[in-house]
């Protein structure tokens, strides 16, 4: 079945550590999205990236970092300068082309607890 | 900058009962509004997206309407189910920024047997 897989679904980590969340599709969608969800808000796009090997900071970059080397693929790094990134962090993809006409499909989501 | 807003944070229904979702947003240059809904811990799952050039749209027991003109969208889920019970999210493109969607905090449905 095509989707979008996220790892891991849990990952605790430590203040001054680096995280890395994976984002995996084989939809062939040319779009992938990173968002971040805090209790009680809607979600905050963090960065994109319409094509391989280019991509854009949303709302929410600082602390945060992405690569785009593979269409299927599209890694976020949690770095130690994010102030407060205990969150619930989702990945999303669509085709590019109509914008109009595009759904979003989103990942299960990853939970990021710093300890 | 557009802002999406979603009101009653939270609503309790019996089962049974039609739910009325509202959604409004403040640019009405937009390309499509999106309703997703989320399970507790889970991702998104889209339900509706409607067009800009499109006053409405049905899927079974969801219907959404869209007004550009005033900023609003709702959602009507007919005669609903426990199942039902989730948060229901509202997100925009607009024509400035393609490819990204501004969200609303969601509504917290819950429908009671």
């Known amino acids: 079945d095509g989707g979008i897989t996220q790892s891991p679904k849990y990952l605790f980590r430590k203040e001054g550590q680096n995280v890395t969340l994976s984002c995996e599709q084989n939809?062939?969608?040319?779009?992938m999205y990173w968002y971040r969800q805090d209790p009680g808000q809607g979600l905050r796009l963090i960065y994109y990236?319409?094509?391989?090997?280019?991509?854009q900071k949303g709302d929410i970059a600082e602390g945060y970092s992405v690569s785009r080397e593979k269409k299927e693929s599209f890694p976020l790094t949690v770095t130690s300068a994010q102030k407060n990134p205990t969150a619930f962090y989702l990945c999303?993809?669509?085709?590019?082309?109509?914008?109009?006409?595009?759904?979003?499909?989103f990942g299960a989501g990853s939970r990021l607890t710093v300890l | 900058k557009q802002e999406v807003t979603q009101i009653p944070a939270a609503l309790s229904v019996p089962e049974g009962e039609n739910l009325v979702l509202n959604c409004s947003f403040t640019?009405?240059?937009?390309?499509?509004l999106q309703w997703f809904r989320q399970d507790p811990g889970k991702g998104l799952t889209s339900l509706l997206l409607?067009?800009?050039?499109?006053r409405e749209q049905t899927s079974g027991r969801l219907n959404a309407s869209l007004d550009k003109s005033s900023g609003r969208s709702t959602l009507y889920i007919a005669a609903s189910q426990p199942g039902d019970s989730a948060t229901y999210l509202c997100?925009?493109?607009?024509?400035?920024?393609?490819?990204?969607?501004?969200f609303g905090a969601g509504t917290q449905v819950v429908v009671t047997p």
């Open positions: 999303a993809s669509t085709r590019a082309g109509d914008a109009g006409a595009n759904v979003l499909t």
């Open positions: 939809l062939n969608h040319d779009a």
């Open positions: 990236s319409q094509i391989v090997n280019d991509f």
């Open positions: 640019d009405s240059a937009i390309y499509n």
């Open positions: 409607i067009q800009s050039s499109q």
């Open positions: 997100a925009v493109m607009t024509t400035d920024s393609w490819g990204k969607l501004q």
